[in-house]
């Protein structure tokens, strides 16, 4: 049975990196229903974060919070605080696309704070990059450039681009004395 739920899933993830989102969601939900079936309520919370983004990806926000809303739910519930906090940043973009940027920045802080206490630097250094371009975008350039640099020095496999920033930001600290970078 189980293989048999992780082929559909896996199907069902194929076809959403196809953009075939509506597909994505029907075999999604085969596999919740089948999780469901199996008592697997952390796997069904999964399948429901899946449908949440292809959702997401259709324009259908409502649609997608409330998916993304029960998993977080549930994720909560079982004490998973790592998936829990890949739901909250997942909902941040939503929030972000639907322009309600101050729900949002609450779910990406949220997100970014359980990722500091639980260890994952790399996740907590993504979740910090999407503030700053919120914080970009608002007009905050400042306040950007500092939230970018902390997420950068959190992420060891780097852009090109973000190499670049990244020694600029070391000379700057380096010329104002601010860091030792």
Same mark, same amino acid.
């Given at each position: 049975m189980s293989d048999d739920v992780k082929a559909?899933?896996?199907?069902? *993830?194929?076809?959403?990196?196809?953009?075939?989102y509506e597909a994505a969601i029907k075999l999604f939900r085969?596999?919740?229903?089948?999780?469901?079936?199996?008592?697997q309520p952390d796997m069904v919370a999964e399948m429901k974060t899946n449908v949440g983004l292809s959702y997401r990806s259709l324009g259908q926000y409502?649609?997608?919070?409330?998916?993304?809303?029960?998993?977080?739910?549930?994720f909560q519930q079982l004490g998973d605080s790592r998936r829990a906090a890949q739901v909250l940043g997942n909902m941040g973009g939503v929030y972000l696309e639907?322009?309600?940027?101050?729900?949002?920045? *609450?779910?990406?802080?949220?997100?970014?704070?359980?990722?500091?206490?639980?260890?994952?630097?790399?996740?907590?250094g993504e979740t910090l990059l999407a503030i700053a371009r919120m914080q970009f975008k608002d007009g905050k350039i400042w306040t950007s450039a500092a939230t970018y640099e902390i997420g950068?020095?959190?992420?060891?496999?780097?852009?090109?681009?973000?190499?670049?920033?990244?020694?600029l930001f070391k000379v700057k600290n380096r010329l104002s004395g601010t860091g030792t970078n």
């Open positions: 559909i899933q896996e199907r069902g *993830v194929k076809l959403y990196q196809q953009r075939d085969q596999a919740q229903e089948a999780y469901d079936h199996a008592n409502q649609l997608a919070l409330d998916e993304m809303q029960s998993a977080l739910h549930t639907m322009d309600d940027k101050e729900q949002a920045y *609450v779910c990406y802080r949220q997100a970014a704070d359980t990722f500091l206490e639980i260890g994952e630097t790399k996740m907590y950068l020095d959190n992420i060891d496999k780097l852009s090109m681009g973000q190499k670049f920033l990244k020694r």
